[in-house]
């Protein structure tokens, strides 16, 4: 599970079948975002879930907003008294509104389609002859495809405190999504060297009930307060990167550093045991220290009712004073 440990309280976790995905370290995670991996399997629909708990003061609402792939896919906001909702909240998908209906499309895993580069021949005509020459094909050059191609594999989720929130007269615009299209056959040789092995698509709409009102609101600072990341492999690219191994005369056996019995462990194994032990030991000390030291936040009312899967527009943002003791950004790596 993806937690905040200068957030005790916050927790993200990505959903399939109901339950959240094993997460895998990730050595070479960027500053000021909490990254993990995760095991994507075609066909699956997946959903992120958002829990909120004490110590995480109450003081403020959050916004979630969410980026698939590349693509600013969803803003989703919780009004204060709406955080400690028991069983989190769940966001499975979108909804868009054609011809008077309402749809939803729910995310989902889809494998990356391997091929070879299809040309075509065009006639280019000159003042003193006619040749054939051979073209890449279709929509975009191979550079255009390789930074489509690099932006796959991805589930960013950027958390912010928000404040004012309030009821809007705006109704929600219904727009379809259309930066989750599944990509036409990747060349073999674009591959080669990247452990990319999915994409995240959206699944056959169908109809839905009508979305509430968008509320509006503030934003308490301008920045996120904590990210977090999910790449998403297929089990033998996971393995490839070496994050899990694979075990035994199949080959196909993935086993999992807590299954293992410690004197059967390879020194890397050890390291990362090592590792976990360590990390897990000091989000516990973090979190009874935030137990002892945190005193109780009023919670501010508001009339704003929101559906668990209602969008949200940003109408304004102001950037007011952060929540006192709140800690910078953590990095779990």
Request: hydrophobic share 30%.
């Amino acid at each position: 599970m993806a937690i905040s440990g200068d957030h005790p309280g916050l927790l993200v976790e990505i959903i399939v079948d109901g339950r959240p995905l094993q997460e895998y370290e990730d050595e070479d995670a960027p500053p000021n975002t909490i990254t993990k991996y995760v095991e994507a399997s075609s066909g699956k629909e997946f959903a992120m879930k958002f829990t909120f708990s004490p110590p995480l003061p109450t003081q403020y609402g959050v916004e979630a907003r969410v980026n698939i792939d590349g693509a600013s896919i969803r803003v989703v906001s919780y009004a204060p008294d709406e955080l400690y909702k028991p069983g989190g909240h769940t966001k499975s998908g979108v909804s868009y509104q054609e011809n008077g209906q309402w749809f939803r499309q729910n995310y989902c895993f889809t494998a990356l389609n391997i091929g070879e580069i299809r040309r075509r021949l065009s006639i280019q005509i000159t003042d003193t002859n006619t040749s054939e020459v051979e073209e890449a094909d279709v929509a975009a050059s191979v550079a255009e495809f390789k930074k489509d191609l690099e932006s796959k594999g991805s589930i960013n989720i950027s958390c912010r405190y928000i404040t004012n929130i309030r009821p809007s007269h705006r109704q929600h615009a219904g727009t379809r999504v259309h930066g989750l299209d599944v990509m036409n056959d990747v060349p073999e040789k674009l591959l080669k060297g990247d452990a990319r092995s999915h994409q995240a698509t959206l699944s056959t709409p169908r109809r839905s009930r009508p979305r509430h009102r968008r509320p509006m609101y503030d934003y308490v600072e301008a920045t996120s307060f904590v990210t977090f990341c999910f790449k998403y492999r297929s089990l033998a690219a996971l393995n490839a990167l070496h994050v899990i191994r694979n075990e035994g005369e199949d080959g196909d056996k993935a086993v999992f550093v807590e299954d293992i019995a410690e004197d059967e462990m390879t020194p890397a194994q050890l390291r990362e045991a090592l590792r976990r032990a360590r990390r897990h030991e000091e989000a516990s000390q973090r979190l009874k220290q935030e137990n002892a030291t945190t005193t109780s936040v009023k919670r501010e009312h508001t009339e704003l009712i929101a559906d668990d899967d209602g969008d949200v527009t940003i109408v304004e943002a102001r950037t007011r004073k952060r929540p006192r003791g709140e800690p910078e950004v953590i990095v779990l790596d």
